[in-house]
């Protein structure tokens, strides 16, 4: 878990850090590229704050607030990725009356660079989120459904890769088992396939055919369960080449993300922001490059 | 042996550092975490922005819809165990709906607790969000007919978490978390005899615990539950009548 630190506070207590305690470094400091991770899940169709009706979440959210921020942001910050990990739909009478429509336009016009599929976007069973995607201007990614025999084959993507700043970034997507969750009828005959064996395929896919710098994996696993259930933790135990998980289902507020060592002694990191978009997540990665075989500023940030 | 294999190890180290060392590469420094709360005060909106104006006309729409009053209750309606007015509003509405729809007599009709998404309604106008807002779910109408040894399952199974809201004219006890004392419409329960009900289309398939109906068809009504409680109270109100749900004694925990 060297390289890597988590301070949560902002970046400027890192940077303070680095160049109070190690001057000489700091000036020597080599070329750096940095890249802004926002992310949501489980939004679930809350396109207007919560109701002011003395709920607990009262006043909280928006769509219009956080399509604000994500601008302040992008004002910036010159490489910026936005992400969704799954249920965009269900949970306001906005999906009961438009289907998702506004949903997904609205996801579109705040640039959302890709999403996965959550068990509740079937709710529309699959014709009805079929219906939904010409409104998408950012691909749907899966690896461990089979759509191929359903109406949406051909229509996601296993993985998608962004270039920002020179680094190549690749994002891949892993959903939950169906069976039991979702009524039979709306998934039809997607195929549930198992996601450690299918993410571990695309990742190294991904790290060694499309040389991505940095591998993130948009999860509707869950964050942790107490059974045999496959959650975001296991996921990462047996993963390799997947640098962050940025998970969902479970509406999890983390306090900060976890860090799992992968099947490599690798740290993954995993990040969850609660649901209903109550929250922005926020992860800065910076990358050294350089023509040398390990990283220089890195040693610099150890903290624990 | 070992003379042999050692260039071959050594060059692949060479063929390592080669490899690694002239590639250009973006190393992993750093990885910081925030999060940011969406609040009124964190997050300043012009009424005016891009965003606000696509979601306008949906609003508008939705928010004709959902303040349209369809009706007044009485007094509050409340949700609990065993036996709720909340409830009783909810399963009397369905039954009345379904034989409505049909025009089919059920013995009774049920609610799982869960389904029911409020707590309460308050006394005076409600409108259409009030019930949205009480079953989100598109869950459909359905009837069963089954067997009297399914249904004394089905009882046990209320039972055993402390009683669901069921239509008036059945009544029973929860004692040791079992069904006892059933009566159905004046006669007192036959596991002999057949019966016939009205339920969600999620209870048909197994949900809420009761996976025995999953053996059984059922016929769907082809309309939402939610919507048949939309209909039921539109119906009262053009009737001139309040909706009316009180607690009657239709099921009593004995355990309690």
Same mark, same amino acid.
């Given at each position: 878990?060297?390289?890597?630190?988590?301070?949560?506070?902002?970046?400027?207590?890192?940077?303070?850090?680095?160049?109070?305690?190690? %001057?000489?470094?700091?000036?020597?400091?080599?070329?750096?590229?940095?890249?802004?991770?926002?992310?949501?899940? #489980?939004v679930?169709s809350?396109i207007?704050?919560?109701?002011?009706?003395?709920?607990?979440?009262?006043?909280?959210?928006?769509v219009a607030?956080r399509s604000?921020? @994500?601008? /302040?942001?992008?004002?910036?910050?010159?490489?910026?990725?936005?992400?969704d990990?799954?249920?965009i739909f269900?949970?306001?009478?906005y999906f009961?009356f438009f289907a998702g429509e506004l949903e997904i336009k609205l996801m579109s016009e705040m640039g959302y #660079?890709?999403t996965?599929?959550?068990?509740?976007?079937?709710?529309?069973?699959? #014709?009805?989120l079929?219906k939904q995607l010409p409104h998408a201007t950012f691909?749907?990614?899966?690896?461990?459904?089979?759509?191929?025999?359903?109406?949406?084959?051909?229509?996601?993507? %296993? =993985? /998608?890769?962004?270039?920002?700043?020179?680094?190549?970034?690749?994002?891949?997507?892993?959903? @939950?088992?169906?069976?039991?969750?979702?009524?039979?009828?709306? =998934?039809?005959?997607?195929? =549930?396939?198992?996601?450690?064996?299918?993410?571990?395929?695309?990742?190294?896919?991904?790290?060694?055919?499309?040389?991505?710098?940095? @591998?993130?994996?948009?999860?509707?696993?869950?964050?942790? =369960?107490?059974?045999?259930?496959?959650?975001?933790?296991?996921?990462?135990?047996?993963?390799?080449?997947? #640098?962050?998980?940025?998970?969902?289902?479970?509406?999890?507020?983390?306090?900060?993300?976890?860090? @799992? %060592?992968?099947?490599?002694?690798?740290?993954?990191?995993?990040?969850?922001?609660?649901?209903?978009?109550?929250?922005?997540?926020?992860?800065?990665?910076?990358?050294?490059?350089?023509?040398?075989?390990?990283?220089?500023?890195?040693?610099?940030?150890?903290?624990? | 042996?070992?003379?042999?294999? *050692?260039?071959?190890?050594?060059?692949?180290?060479?063929?390592?550092?080669?490899?690694?060392?002239?590639?250009?590469? &973006?190393?992993?420094?750093?990885?910081?975490?925030?999060?940011? *709360?969406?609040?009124?005060?964190?997050?300043?909106?012009?009424?005016?922005?891009p965003i606000e104006e696509m979601i306008a006309p949906y609003r508008?729409q939705?928010?004709?819809?959902?303040?349209?009053?369809?009706?007044?209750?009485?007094?509050?309606?409340?949700?609990? +165990?065993?036996?709720?007015?909340?409830?009783?509003?909810?399963?009397?509405?369905?039954?009345?709906?379904?034989?409505?729809?049909?025009?089919? +007599? &059920?013995?009774?009709?049920?609610?799982?607790?869960?389904?029911?998404?409020?707590?309460?309604?308050?006394?005076?106008?409600?409108?259409?969000?009030?019930?949205?807002?009480?079953?989100?779910?598109?869950?459909?109408?359905?009837?069963?007919?089954?067997?009297?040894?399914?249904?004394?399952?089905?009882?046990?199974?209320?039972?055993?978490?402390?009683?669901?809201?069921?239509?008036?004219?059945?009544?029973?006890?929860?004692?040791?978390? *079992?069904?006892?004392?059933?009566?159905?419409?004046?006669?007192?329960?036959?596991?002999?005899?057949?019966?016939?009900?009205?339920?969600?289309?999620?209870?048909?398939?197994?949900?809420?615990?009761?996976?025995?109906?999953?053996?059984?068809?059922?016929?769907?009504?082809?309309?939402? &539950? *939610?919507?048949?409680?939309?209909?039921?109270?539109?119906?009262?109100?053009?009737?001139?009548?309040?909706?009316?749900?009180?607690?009657?004694?239709?099921?009593? +925990?004995?355990?309690?």
């Open positions: 878990m060297h390289r890597r630190q988590f301070l949560r506070q902002t970046a400027t207590t890192a940077s303070l850090l680095s160049a109070g305690m190690f %001057p000489m470094q700091a000036i020597a400091r080599p070329k750096t590229t940095s890249l802004t991770i926002l992310h949501t899940n #489980d679930h809350r207007d704050p919560f109701p002011m009706d003395g709920s607990r979440n009262e006043g909280l959210g928006g607030r604000k921020l @994500i601008q /302040q942001i992008r004002a910036q910050e010159p490489n910026v990725l936005l992400l990990s799954g249920d269900q949970g306001t009478p009961n #660079d890709a996965t599929i959550g068990n509740h976007d079937f709710d529309a069973g699959i #014709d009805g079929l691909p749907f990614v899966t690896c461990n459904y089979d759509f191929d025999h359903t109406v949406l084959r051909e229509q996601t993507k %296993p =993985y /998608q890769v962004f270039e920002k700043g020179g680094v190549k970034i690749g994002v891949l997507g892993v959903g @939950i088992a169906l069976k039991g969750l979702v009524p039979e009828k709306l =998934y039809a005959d997607t195929r =549930y396939l198992d996601p450690v064996t299918q993410a571990n395929q695309v990742a190294d896919k991904l790290r060694y055919e499309e040389k991505c710098d940095y @591998i993130i994996c948009l999860s509707h696993l869950g964050y942790k =369960y107490q059974n045999e259930q496959i959650d975001d933790i296991k996921f990462a135990r047996s993963s390799r080449n997947i #640098d962050l998980i940025l998970g969902g289902h479970t509406h999890t507020f983390m306090p900060q993300p976890d860090i @799992i %060592p992968n099947t490599e002694n690798k740290p993954v990191m995993i990040n969850q922001v609660g649901w209903a978009g109550i929250l922005l997540g926020r992860v800065d990665v910076s990358f050294e490059k350089n023509r040398k075989n390990r990283c220089v500023t890195c040693q610099n940030l150890i903290v624990r | 042996m070992k003379k042999a294999v *050692r260039p071959l190890k050594s060059l692949y180290f060479i063929w390592v550092l080669l490899l690694s060392g002239c590639a250009s590469v &973006y190393h992993l420094a750093d990885e910081q975490v925030q999060t940011y *709360r969406i609040t009124e005060k964190t997050v300043d909106v012009a009424d005016h922005s508008r939705l928010t004709e819809e959902m303040d349209q009053v369809i009706g007044f209750v009485a007094s509050d309606l409340e949700k609990g +165990n065993p036996e709720s007015s909340l409830g009783n509003f909810v399963t009397d509405a369905v039954l009345a709906e379904a034989q409505k729809i049909t025009d089919l +007599n &059920y013995d009774f009709s049920i609610c799982n607790i869960g389904g029911i998404r409020i707590s309460s309604i308050a006394a005076g106008p409600i409108n259409k969000g009030k019930i949205y807002e009480l079953m989100p779910f598109d869950n459909y109408l359905v009837t069963m007919k089954v067997p009297g040894e399914v249904i004394g399952k089905l009882f046990d199974s209320m039972a055993q978490v402390g009683g669901w809201p069921i239509s008036h004219g059945v009544t029973f006890q929860i004692k040791d978390q *079992r069904a006892q004392n059933i009566m159905i419409n004046g006669q007192p329960f036959d596991p002999q005899q057949t019966y016939s009900f009205v339920l969600s289309d999620y209870l048909a398939e197994g949900g809420g615990d009761l996976t025995f109906l999953k053996d059984y068809p059922y016929q769907n009504l082809g309309v939402y &539950y *939610r919507d048949a409680l939309i209909e039921y109270v539109t119906l009262k109100n053009k009737n001139s009548e309040k909706i009316e749900a009180e607690i009657e004694g239709r099921v009593i +925990n004995l355990d309690l």
